[in-house]
């Protein structure tokens, strides 16, 4: 694949800016596997194998990743939409190259998979591979997600216990039903959900009389937020991360 090509499929630019950015040798790039030396490239249309190439731009490092599959410590505070009505959007917190790469069919770009409330904190994936957004969001493939909820009046076991039977929430007469609830002391637990409805969290504990005082999110599937990122930071998923997502 062109160099151009490439800077251009991971959301450096338009051809012709992804271009100008080579010819102006703002691009260096990392040849062999062992490489930590990379060698500035003047030739836009230089051919390279993209998968595993690892390339400098106007000094950040990047590889190439032929699909985006992302984690995000979400801070609370910030609203996962591209357009936020009252708080700063998550995307704000990715970097140029990622907001910016190019549509995938339906898929125009890095797109949030599912939403958290403004003042959820905790684990969101973010992608722009449409059949991996589809999959993880939908209700029917009942991926597991685990809250970490911090309630305003000690939880009981008669509360648990409605939460694992089902509470009728008032846009839907079927009962929603926790997976599981786990008690963590006299005001936490861990609840987890298989479908996702909206501030269905808040609305469950409301609907058994109990209230949400702090909401996060540390798993989904089988991958857990990661302990060493830090609110606001990101990173890319492993494969082993992508299998741990479907075990569940």
């Not at 549509?103 to 958290?116: S, T, Y």
């Not at 993880?136 to 694992?164: C, D, E, G, N």
Request: a positive charge.
């Amino acid at each position: 694949m062109q160099l151009q090509e490439i800077l251009f499929t991971q959301g450096f630019g338009t051809r012709r800016i992804c271009a100008g950015l080579v010819q102006h040798g703002c691009v260096e790039v990392f040849e062999g596997d062992d490489s930590d030396v990379p060698r500035v490239c003047l030739d836009a249309l230089a051919e390279f194998v993209p998968e595993g190439l690892r390339f400098r731009v106007q000094g950040v490092d990047w590889a190439y990743q032929a699909k985006a599959y992302v984690m995000l410590h979400k801070p609370a505070g910030t609203e996962c939409s591209q357009k936020p009505s009252a708080h700063p959007s998550i995307y704000t917190l990715l970097p140029g190259p990622l907001r910016q790469r190019p549509a995938k069919g339906a898929v125009p770009g890095v797109q949030a998979v599912g939403r958290l409330d403004q003042d959820t904190t905790g684990l969101l994936l973010l992608s722009d591979d449409g059949q991996f957004i589809h999959r993880m969001a939908s209700p029917k493939k009942h991926i597991p997600k685990v809250y970490r909820v911090r309630l305003k009046h000690a939880v009981t076991t008669a509360q648990v216990a409605r939460l694992l039977e089902g509470v009728v929430l008032d846009d839907d007469p079927r009962p929603v039903r926790a997976a599981q609830c786990v008690p963590l002391g006299e005001n936490a637990i861990d609840l987890t959900l298989t479908e996702g409805k909206y501030h269905q969290v808040k609305r469950m504990l409301a609907a058994v009389g109990n209230r949400v005082d702090e909401l996060h999110r540390w798993r989904i599937g089988g991958l857990e937020l990661s302990a060493d990122l830090a609110p606001g930071q990101w990173r890319w998923l492993t494969q082993r991360d992508l299998a741990l997502l479907q075990a569940v």
